[in-house]
């Protein structure tokens, strides 16, 4: 049966991996075409154009009304360095995206999240230096249950800075923007702006009684595309430059909390997929695998998603921890190994285990 409907997503990519994480684990673009890809209902054809950022790469006024939706993506990059160019360009562009396109809807995580905030007229500023990482959970306002139908997330995260509350209360006051929830570490884990009211409407709705439908912007601090081989090796390298302190890392390894499923993959995409006028299935897009966030590696069968993610995840940790050490004995003893040898070892590791195939 032919697809009843074709999505249009706008990816705005803001950030880069380094060289060895990404050869393993994808870069931005692969985790979102994927996440988006791969949580599509059977009947939804989803057609995805990229534009990076950091080239100033930007869609044309005549494509942006060809888009249902703008996705921006994290970044490493501070949200409120205005002393970088493509981060004073992004938020004059999202300035008229949202004055000037309404219908586009718009959805941004971390980094996407504190930039969004900031066209809406919010600060971003560090969190008190304090990273937030891994498997967190999100406590959903009312208006948060409502959307996702939950009374709480559980989301990957990997930032230390924020927008803070009170650079948004002129516009929770006026209910232009409605908060998402919140964590131990950080006041404003995502915001929702919904469309005004049609001249139709006869009776004013609750907050809490509106449709996905009618959401314009919404956004998240947490990561619904990582999984938790990503955060794990974003945790080691960022461990090894010195980018985060010991305590938080050693908070990470120690707890076990990192093995913990996350709502990404399901509850959050449930959302954004209603939000976009397209009702889940429940049902795995059958034109894509699942890719969990290896881009070559695809669980065809469902079912094996929830045992299998944790051996998963200790896969990437064994495939990152032999990279290094095989690379510097290879230097040291003059022999070579075949560049796609771990990958091709992961793989079959992978079939063999969940009888999967790449």
């Given amino acids: 049966m032919a697809p009843s409907r074709t999505v249009r997503i706008g990816l705005l990519v803001t950030g880069t991996l380094s060289g060895p994480i990404e050869a393993v684990h994808g870069s931005y673009q692969e985790f979102y075409t994927n996440y988006f890809k791969d949580t599509a209902p059977p009947s939804t054809r989803v057609v995805i154009d990229s534009y990076h950022i950091k080239k100033m790469e930007f869609p044309s006024e005549e494509r942006i009304s060809e888009y249902d939706l703008l996705m921006v993506t994290g970044s490493a990059t501070d949200a409120h360095n205005d002393s970088v160019k493509w981060v004073r360009a992004l938020l004059d562009f999202l300035k008229g995206v949202i004055r000037d396109h309404p219908k586009v809807k718009l959805s941004g995580i971390c980094f996407g999240h504190q930039i969004i905030c900031r066209a809406l007229g919010g600060q971003c500023g560090s969190n008190g230096g304090r990273w937030e990482i891994g498997p967190t959970p999100v406590h959903l306002t009312d208006t948060g249950k409502s959307i996702f139908g939950v009374d709480r997330l559980f989301l990957q995260e990997m930032h230390r800075d924020h927008v803070p509350l009170e650079s948004l209360n002129t516009q929770f006051a006026s209910r232009d923007l409605y908060l998402l929830g919140h964590t131990d570490l950080t006041e404003n884990q995502g915001v929702v702006k919904f469309y005004p009211p049609s001249d139709s409407d006869t009776e004013p709705k609750d907050e809490i009684a509106k449709s996905h439908q009618e959401i314009h912007i919404l956004t998240l601090q947490g990561h619904p595309e990582f999984s938790e081989g990503v955060v794990t090796a974003i945790v080691r390298a960022r461990a090894e430059d010195g980018a985060m302190d010991v305590p938080t890392v050693t908070d990470y390894w120690g707890t076990g909390r990192r093995w913990r499923k996350t709502d990404g993959f399901d509850i959050v995409a449930t959302a954004l997929w209603k939000m976009l006028g397209v009702i889940p299935t429940g049902e795995f897009n059958a034109q894509s695998d699942l890719h969990l966030s290896h881009p070559r590696v695809a669980i065809r069968d469902a079912s094996t998603l ?27 003893t003059g022999r070579s190994i075949e560049p796609g040898f771990f990958r091709q070892f992961y793989d079959l590791c992978l079939t063999y285990l969940f009888d999967v195939s790449a």
């Fill in 306 to 332: 929830s045992k299998s993610s944790l051996v998963f995840g200790k896969l990437q940790n064994i495939f990152t921890i032999l990279n290094p050490f095989v690379t510097s004995k290879t230097r040291n």
